[in-house]
């Protein structure tokens, strides 16, 4: 797919991503705004996600996207949505369900597609990886775009050590890094360093850790009371599922923080052999074999108790498969 082609006539452009925005989400929107904008001078392009994390301030013109969204649902020509599928656009979803052509661009595996035009790439690393590849005219990509877009792919590879790293991914880099931004500082400053706060509440999640299913499997939850006690946001709390999933022997690491009363975010990793995209497909969410996520209701007991009944499941259906 070329985008300057899907978009071709198009006077006004729309971009969206998920909702609690990661990296990847924020690399892929903020490259392909910066990337139209320079394309289609002529054209309106507006940008549209939940207020990033203040680590990716250091992307260009980070502070054109719009964080509170108009009552009245404007109808953009193009929408174009990114790193996920309609329902987890937040409020941007009315922009692209009214839009006159709706673009969807992601590599989440759970994800079917729900644009006029879809492209979902399942074996890519990032969606930044595919915004990159979208862009036909490589000479307009200046230090810039290649700087969010990177930083969008060290996002979702865990700076390249996931098995979602190809040498597709690679190339990408390299051609990204000649660019000429600091790659390391860059590195260290949106993916490695966290704020003394993040660092306690994942000390404390670890130490919270429950380890089950003969040590299978790790589950660790933050209540709301202690994310007040913080003044933690969402996104403080990224890393923390990796760190456990980092237990040797641990094939799946469940890590969940409270939303209300019985409602948590469950995020889900696994080693290899759990599919956890399935398992958060199965509860109304989505993701990748080796990261998912999804929103439960329930007591923090109910919830493990659901979970682990799939991960057992399929651990016992590969033993079989082994057997056999
Ligand atoms: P997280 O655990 O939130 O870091 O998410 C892991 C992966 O699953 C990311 O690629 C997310 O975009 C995806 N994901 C998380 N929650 C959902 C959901 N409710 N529906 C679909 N995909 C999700
Ligand atoms: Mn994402
Ligand atoms: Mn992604």
Do not use: W
């Not at 995020?267 to 929103?295: E, N, Q, Y």
């Amino acid at each position: 797919m070329n985008i300057l082609e899907e978009i071709k006539g198009a006077s006004t452009i729309g971009i969206g991503g998920h909702l609690r925005p990661d990296g990847d989400c924020i690399g892929a929107s903020m490259g392909l705004y910066l990337y139209l904008i320079k394309a289609c001078p002529e054209a309106k392009v507006e940008i549209f996600l939940e207020k990033p994390a203040d680590v990716f301030s250091c992307i260009s013109k980070i502070d054109q996207i719009h964080t509170d969204f108009a009552t009245e649902v404007e109808q953009f020509d193009v929408f174009i949505a990114l790193d996920t599928s309609k329902e987890r656009l937040g409020e941007a979803r009315g922009y692209f369900e009214h839009a006159k052509k709706r673009i969807n661009i992601d590599h989440h595996v759970s994800n079917s597609g729900c644009g006029d035009v879809d492209h979902i790439r399942p074996k890519a690393s990032s969606t930044s990886e595919l915004v990159y590849e979208m862009i036909g005219d490589k000479s307009l990509i200046d230090e810039e775009i290649a700087k969010a877009l990177y930083i969008g792919i060290i996002h979702d590879t865990g700076v390249f050590q996931y098995s979602n790293t190809s040498p597709a991914t690679l190339k990408i880099a390299a051609e990204l890094v000649a660019y000429g931004f600091d790659f390391s500082k860059l590195i260290e400053e949106t993916f490695y360093e966290k704020t003394y706060v993040q660092t306690q509440i994942l000390g404390r999640a670890l130490l919270e850790s429950i380890l089950f299913m003969n040590g299978k499997c790790v589950v660790s939850m933050v209540d709301k009371k202690t994310m007040k006690f913080y003044k933690a946001q969402p996104y403080d709390l990224e890393g923390i599922v990796s760190q456990l999933r980092n237990i040797k022997e641990v094939e799946c690491a469940i890590f969940m923080y409270q939303l209300d009363t019985l409602e948590y975010k469950v995020s889900l990793r696994s080693g290899g052999k759990v599919d956890v995209a399935k398992i958060a497909s199965f509860f109304g969410g989505g993701g990748h074999k080796r990261a998912a996520g999804v929103t439960m209701q329930g007591t923090f007991h109910d919830i493990v108790n659901n979970l682990s009944a799939h991960i057992d499941a399929q651990l016992k259906e590969i033993g079989k498969q082994a057997e056999d």
